[in-house]
């Protein structure tokens, strides 16, 4: 499966980065290819390609704040949860959003 | 630098999460990073009531982007004793400061790497093995 997916958090200086760490790690683990965004105290980074969002098949937002540019990610399952989920239990977070998939 | 040897502490005393926080912003303050002391310990732990930054595995991260900091910092302490944090224990703290404005990015961006690593095992680990602050120090230098 192939996940993109944005994560930011109220500060924007360490959470974010580890909910980021912590999805791609577990997504490759789960045999996914994983790319997550950034977006916090220094700006976006990390930025998703049109590509990677055209090729995506799921869209997981773990974020605290309003995250900038989901209209990207229009027509696409996206599963929306907190930092905090990401960075604690994050194979939680991938069996609830690959649970949208297997919905359709 | 954003890490040095006076702020860690491989021996705090605290036995709550208010004076682990205390003693961290503590040796901040005696460092020059912090222009108002009181205001950087009201923004971290109102933060902290808001969201724990206990991340298991006996380590959390306080953090504050706050007016009350000067220059960018990073102070870590191991407690004697675990502490209760929010729902967890705790006993490795890492207290981050970032000015509101005007920081540096190459900080920013060590503090982000850091975090990244904290995810790995070994990572976390190595915190609560070492033995010399100069061993600290180069975990954060080089995470």
């Known amino acids: 499966m192939k996940i993109v997916g944005i994560t930011a958090c109220t500060a924007g200086v360490a959470h974010t980065y580890m909910a980021q760490a912590a999805l791609v790690k577990t997504g490759k683990e789960m045999g996914h290819i994983c790319r997550i965004e ?13 590509l990677e969002i055209d090729q995506a098949d799921l869209v997981i937002v773990g974020a605290d704040i309003s995250v900038e540019g989901l209209e990207r990610f ?13 960075v604690s239990n994050p ?3 991938f069996v609830q959003a690959l649970k949208l998939i297997e919905e359709k | 630098m954003i890490i040095d040897q006076v702020l860690i502490d491989l021996d705090l005393n605290a036995v709550n999460k208010e004076d682990a926080i205390l003693e961290l912003v503590s040796l901040a303050q005696a460092d020059s990073r912090l222009k108002d002391k009181e205001r950087f310990l ?10 724990s930054t206990a991340l298991g595995y006996g380590i959390a991260i306080p953090h504050g982007k706050s007016a009350g900091v000067q220059e960018p910092f990073i102070a870590f302490g191991r407690a004697k004793h675990p502490i209760a944090w929010a729902n967890q224990e705790v006993n490795v703290i890492f ?3 970032v000015p509101e404005q005007n920081y540096n990015n190459l900080h920013l961006k060590l503090i982000a790497d850091i975090s990244r690593k904290l995810i790995e095992e070994d990572y976390r ?8 602050k100069q061993e600290i120090q180069d975990l954060l230098i080089n995470p």
């Open chain 1, 38 to 50: 950034t977006q916090g105290a220094m700006g976006t980074e990390d930025e998703l390609s049109d």
């Open chain 1, 74 to 86: 229009d027509g696409k399952p996206l599963y929306k949860t907190t930092v905090a989920e990401c």
């Open chain 1, 91 to 93: 194979q939680e977070v």
């Open chain 2, 42 to 51: 009201k923004d971290v732990l109102s933060r902290e009531s808001e969201v």
């Open chain 2, 95 to 97: 207290l981050i400061g």
């Open chain 2, 125 to 132: 680990q190595s915190f609560q093995e070492a033995l010399t």
